[in-house]
């Protein structure tokens, strides 16, 4: 006589299929120590190098030419680059999210994202400080933004949230840094004990410090990783809330406003998922990560995006309603050049890709199929570029007098800057997925432990 038993009760697992030590750490090392380098890798990083190449002209000639090279004016000063700034700052939002704040709530599923969210926030926050500097027309003297000792007394103004972007991005990009870092060490250190190369063992080992995966190793890992994790979740907020005083401060119509730190905020971590789900979904069908890279990842990414999509229509709504009941004549002016203005097609395309388009994401065929939900996610960070070139060149080009007004037409080499940026990205996240493990083999192996654990209680 047999007895039927019920169900095992919770959420269902987060490793999509049965996997045993050996095989996590088999398949995941196997894609860096193993596995032969695909077209579709050379094509990828060969694009990266093509754009870098792009890239390193245009700095080029602007060095020598000055950024009179660009399309910015007298009334529109900040034009692309300060539009690419944060838009890049907002993408590196994500990994940080994932990392610190999920693994303080002990959110198990971001094990199978978190590795490289982290890289593509470290790489992110590369390209977005490259676009300030380039903005300074003496980018010789950017070192005038940090307080340093000199024969002068001549201290930054610390009252501009210019100075304070320098010492919030760089130390954003520092505790990112140190903490995709630490959480490296156990996997380095399993790559130095399987490369068959001398080289690897080497240079694996060199990196993992002396790891041997004894007790005390274990013990200051978790400490030093949690620290970390709590030093990193205020980053989360402070960072692109000091991004959003370069605007909300200024006297300027279409800037000064009190809903712009929350609003950055949301919309940094909208682009930024939007950004993780454009690469995971690739990455999980080019190496056939779909029992790690689970259904249920991209759901609750899907999920997430629909949130904070809310909260950035909530943000654009508040926007119009408060230039409204103002009463201000100046705010509604804004608001109204923004639809019919000469860059309406901007702003009109940034409500499709931002407020309307995710709407889709209700509908569970859309968050079940990672098609759409690539195709989503693609147009969601194009439409967080065009909200930022409204915000940034829409309110400058028409302030308070007429006589002021002006237009801003990109030349080529914004374009080239531009795409050149993504070559900046692209490298090293090829070199990345290429010689480190991009999923955590450590974590994957103790969350496995976990759900029998579960299952066997």
Request: proline content about 5%; aromatic content about 16%.
């Amino acid at each position: 006589m047999t007895t039927a038993t019920a169900p095992p009760s919770g959420p269902p697992p987060v490793i999509g299929a049965p996997h045993t030590y050996t095989s996590v750490t088999d398949k995941i090392a196997g894609i860096v120590l193993t596995q032969r380098t695909g077209r579709g890798w050379l094509f990828g990083f060969m694009l990266g190098l093509a754009l870098l190449g792009l890239l390193a002209l245009a700095v080029t000639m602007l060095l020598y030419l000055g950024i009179g090279i660009w399309g910015v004016n007298v009334p529109v000063a900040w034009g692309f680059a300060i539009t690419n700034f944060v838009w890049w700052i907002g993408i590196g939002h994500a990994g940080t999210l994932i990392s610190a704040i999920l693994l303080l709530l002990r959110q198990e599923w971001r094990q199978s994202i978190n590795r490289f969210a982290e890289a593509m926030t470290i790489f992110a926050v590369m390209c977005a400080g490259l676009f300030p500097i380039l903005h300074l027309g003496r980018p010789q003297f950017f070192y005038w933004l940090t307080p340093y000792p000199n024969t002068m007394s001549l201290w930054p103004q610390f009252r501009s949230p210019l100075v304070w972007d320098v010492f919030a991005v760089s130390t954003y990009f520092t505790i990112s840094l140190m903490f995709w870092y630490v959480g490296l060490i156990p996997d380095l250190a399993t790559l130095r004990d399987r490369s068959q190369s001398r080289i690897g063992r080497v240079a694996y080992g060199v990196f993992a410090l002396g790891w041997r995966g004894s007790a005390r190793h274990w013990q200051r890992y978790e400490i030093a990783y949690l620290l970390l994790a709590g030093l990193a979740t205020p980053l989360v907020v402070s960072v692109h809330t000091v991004v959003s005083f370069d605007f909300s401060v200024a006297q300027l119509p279409g800037w000064h406003s009190t809903i712009f730190p929350p609003y950055f905020v949301a919309g940094a971590i909208f682009s930024g998922f939007a950004m993780v789900i454009v690469l995971a979904i690739p990455l999980r069908a080019a190496y056939g990560l779909q029992d790690l890279i689970t259904e249920r990842h991209l759901q609750n990414m899907a999920k997430i995006l629909l949130v904070t999509g809310l909260i950035v229509a909530y943000g654009y709504f508040m926007e119009g309603f408060m230039a409204w009941y103002s009463g201000n004549r100046f705010e509604r002016y804004v608001q109204l050049n923004r639809i019919v203005g000469p860059y309406g097609p901007a702003y009109l395309g940034c409500l499709l890709c931002n407020v309307a388009l995710p709407q889709l994401l209700w509908l569970q065929r859309v968050r079940r199929s990672a098609v759409a939900l690539f195709v989503v996610a693609v147009f969601v960070n194009i439409g967080m570029w065009l909200e930022r070139f409204v915000i940034v060149v829409e309110s400058l080009h028409r302030d308070f007098l007429p006589s002021s007004w002006g237009m801003y037409y990109p030349t080529v080499w914004d374009w080239a800057t531009l795409f050149g940026s993504f070559g900046i990205f692209l490298t090293f996240f090829f070199l990345f997925i290429r010689f480190i493990p991009m999923i955590s083999i450590a974590e994957m192996r103790m969350l496995l432990e976990e759900e029998r654990g579960e299952a066997a209680a």
